[in-house]
């Protein structure tokens, strides 16, 4: 008999301290979890394997736990968090603070909470006897464009017995999600020439050349505003494109040799981002060709960082009834304007769906939190999961 709802939660809960106590902040490694929860399961005679990224500081973890046949259940999650720097935490961020039935900590409900409800169940799974197998697939850079995840998926459609359907655990308040935009992000730099800034004929500004460039993203984000289908499920509506970070200039007196900034264009299913940025390439393309013409050195990069595909909604989806079934969910079809590794999934054949605890209102804010009650909610959820599967 699978260990009762409560167990479960107590259990993940435990886990969920355990995992929040890692930074795994995108911009460093993961790989201190990542053993850990390799450990966690070879305890549990799970074999897990890693598929590294290409200078090995980070990585992505799978394991199969039951048969090696077709039809198992994927349940999907990331292991890296955004940082904490410069927000008015309350509490440690990487120390699990429970407060007024709330969990408090870095990456509680994104998504270290989901993670931690799958190794929580891990245990009855290994020691029951499965029709179908669960495939953990745990991966990293999420938060930046969810960069580790395909190497993973390809893995998993090359060598894997074909599951049937993957849950992603993106914070959802524990009910199903259908449809996730997609996110394209690109760094541009513009490289200029330094000189005094009463001298502009000697110089190139960067600055100035890039606020042109700017101006075009903006005027494209209200124009996507405007032409957005009303009938759209999505908030907001339509795509959606934000410039999150600039760097430039070094002093006012300067021409600034270099300005760099970072932007992303977030677009639902059957829109083409790079299609969407055709004028803003163009004029950077010609941008690039005046600078060169005045200081060679100089010139405008765009470097796309990532490209993720939306999650498209699936008429009669087999991942979606599935977790609707096991979280008692009937309420209405639901999208979210986030990105998640779930249209990745799907691009590569898999019926996929969004579900797991916490609310992405929380997720990213300081004192991030997951309710007990949506713990208690997911532990539900891997509690018919065990006894679905069992023989």
Not at 161 to 167: D, I, Q, S, T, Y
Not at 264 to 282: E, I, K, N, W, Y
Not at 352 to 372: K, L, N
Request: hydrophobic share 45%; glycine share 10%.
């Amino acid at each position: 008999m699978a260990a009762s709802s409560e167990v479960l939660s107590d259990r993940a809960i435990d886990l969920l301290a355990k995992l929040v106590a890692f930074d795994t902040t995108s911009r460093g490694s993961n790989l201190a979890l990542i053993q850990w929860v390799e450990g966690y399961l070879a305890d549990l005679g799970v074999p897990a394997r890693r598929v590294p990224n290409a200078d090995g500081t980070k990585s992505n973890l799978m394991a199969t736990i039951g048969p090696a046949v077709e039809g198992g259940i994927v349940l999907s999650g990331h292991t890296d968090v955004v940082p904490v720097d410069g927000q008015p935490w309350s509490s440690d961020p990487w120390t699990l603070t429970e407060r007024d039935g709330r969990l408090y900590g870095r990456g509680t409900c994104d998504m270290k909470g989901f993670l931690a409800l799958a190794l929580a169940a891990a245990p009855e799974l290994a020691k029951a006897t499965l029709s179908r197998p669960v495939h953990l697939a745990f991966s990293y850079d999420e938060e930046i464009g969810c960069l580790g995840a395909p190497d993973m998926i390809a893995v998993i459609a090359a060598e894997v017995p074909k599951p049937a359907l993957v849950v992603v655990g993106e914070p959802t308040d524990m009910v199903a999600v259908r449809g996730h935009k997609g996110i394209a992000t690109f760094t541009v730099t513009v490289t200029g020439r330094e000189a005094h800034s009463s001298l502009t004929h000697l110089g190139v500004s960067a600055n100035m050349v890039a606020i042109k460039l700017m101006a075009m993203l903006v005027e494209l984000s209200e124009r996507l505003e405007r032409e957005a289908d009303p009938a759209s499920p999505f908030t907001p509506k339509g795509a959606s494109l934000t410039i999150g970070m600039i760097h430039g200039g070094t002093a006012g007196n300067i021409l600034a040799r270099e300005c760099a900034f970072l932007f992303d264009l977030r677009t639902p299913a059957g829109q083409d981002p790079m299609a969407l940025l055709t004028d803003v390439f163009a004029a950077a393309a010609r941008m690039d060709a005046e600078i060169k013409a005045k200081a060679p050195e100089g010139g405008v990069k765009i470097e796309r960082r990532s490209l993720t595909p939306a999650l498209a909604p699936e008429e009669n989806g087999v991942a979606e009834a599935f977790a609707r079934r096991l979280a008692g969910d009937n309420g209405p079809p639901r999208v979210v304007p986030y990105a998640a590794e779930a249209g990745q999934f799907q691009g590569a054949g898999f019926s996929t769906v969004i579900c797991g605890p916490g609310s992405i209102d929380q997720a990213h804010q300081p004192d991030e939190y997951v309710e007990i009650s949506q713990m208690q909610r997911g532990a539900t959820f891997m509690r018919r999961l065990i006894e679905e599967l069992s023989i």
